[in-house]
C-alpha cells in the first residue's frame, strides 16, 4: 500500500520568502511522485511530477521538488514566495503500473503575509 | 481544447436521497477516474473506469457506483446519502498507458 505524509496543515511565509513544504511517501514499488496546487473552490491544478527521469523537477509558477529516494521524501520549494502562491498544496504518489490510482496527502495550506 | 468538464458545480440533496454526477474527460483520454474530497482533507480514490468498466476501486461502500459511456465520459452514482458525503468530487481523465491525470474543477455536493 501506498501512502503520503504532509506533516504539518498549515504553513505561513512572508512575501519574497523561501516556500518549504514537505511530503513523505511509502510505496513498495518505485513511485511516481506529483504536487498539486488548489485554489478555494476549484479543482487541483498539477504544479510538477516526478516519474523516474531527473531527480531535481521544475514545474509551473517557479516551484520546483527534489525526490530523494534515502529520505522517501519529495519536498516542494519556491524561491521566493508570491501572493498569488497562496493556495492549498497536495502531495500524492502513485505506482508505474498504468493508470493506478492517486493516493493523496491531507494537504497543506500555504499563507503569504504581504 | 477543453479541459474536464463536471455538472453540475453545486447541488444539494437530502438524506436518503439519490444523486448523480457527470464528467466529460479531456479530449483524447479514454480513462475517468473519481474522488471524493470532504472538507480539510485529500482527495480519497473512489474507483475508475476504462472501456466501460470498473477497472479499480477504493474502499467506498457499494452505494457508490459508476457508469462509462461509449464517448468516454462518466457518471457517478451515490444513493442513500448520508450527511457525511458531503463533499467535493473530483473528476481526472487520462489516457491508458501515460501517467497524467487532468482533474476537473469538482462538483460540490452538499447533504441537509
Known amino acids: 500500500a501506498q501512502s503520503v505524509t504532509q506533516l504539518g496543515s498549515h504553513v505561513s511565509v512572508s512575501e519574497g520568502a523561501l516556500v518549504l513544504l514537505r511530503c513523505n511517501y511509502s510505496?513498495?514499488?518505485?513511485?511516481?511522485l506529483f504536487w498539486y496546487v488548489q485554489y478555494p473552490n476549484q479543482g487541483l491544478q498539477l504544479l510538477l511530477k516526478?516519474?523516474?527521469?531527473?531527480?531535481l523537477v521544475k514545474g509551473i509558477n517557479g516551484f520546483e521538488a527534489e525526490f530523494k529516494k534515502s529520505e522517501t521524501s519529495f519536498h516542494l520549494t519556491k524561491p521566493s514566495a508570491h501572493m498569488s502562491d497562496a493556495a492549498e498544496y497536495f502531495c500524492?504518489?502513485?505506482?508505474?503500473?498504468?493508470?493506478?490510482?492517486?493516493?493523496f496527502g491531507k494537504g497543506i495550506t500555504l499563507s503569504v503575509r504581504p | 481544447d477543453a479541459g474536464v468538464t463536471q455538472s453540475p458545480t453545486h447541488l444539494i440533496k437530502t438524506r436518503g436521497q439519490q444523486v448523480t454526477l457527470r464528467c466529460s474527460p479531456k479530449?483524447?483520454?479514454?480513462?475517468v477516474s473519481w474522488y471524493q474530497q470532504a472538507l480539510g482533507q485529500g482527495p480519497q480514490f473512489i474507483f475508475q473506469?476504462?472501456?466501460?468498466?470498473?477497472?479499480q476501486r477504493g474502499n467506498f461502500p457499494d452505494r457508490f457506483s459508476g457508469h462509462q459511456f461509449p464517448n468516454y465520459s462518466s457518471e457517478l452514482n451515490v444513493n442513500a446519502l448520508l450527511l457525511g458525503d458531503s463533499a467535493l468530487y473530483l473528476c481526472?481523465?487520462?489516457?491508458?498507458?501515460?501517467?497524467?491525470?487532468?482533474f476537473g474543477s469538482g462538483t460540490r455536493l452538499t447533504v441537509v
Open positions: 479530449s483524447g483520454h479514454d480513462t
Open positions: 473506469y476504462y472501456e466501460e468498466e470498473e477497472r
Open positions: 516526478y516519474t523516474s527521469a531527473a531527480t
Open positions: 500524492a504518489v502513485r505506482n508505474t503500473g498504468a493508470n493506478s490510482k492517486l493516493t
Open positions: 481526472a481523465s487520462s489516457l491508458e498507458g501515460f501517467y497524467g491525470y487532468t
Open positions: 510505496s513498495s514499488v518505485p513511485p511516481y
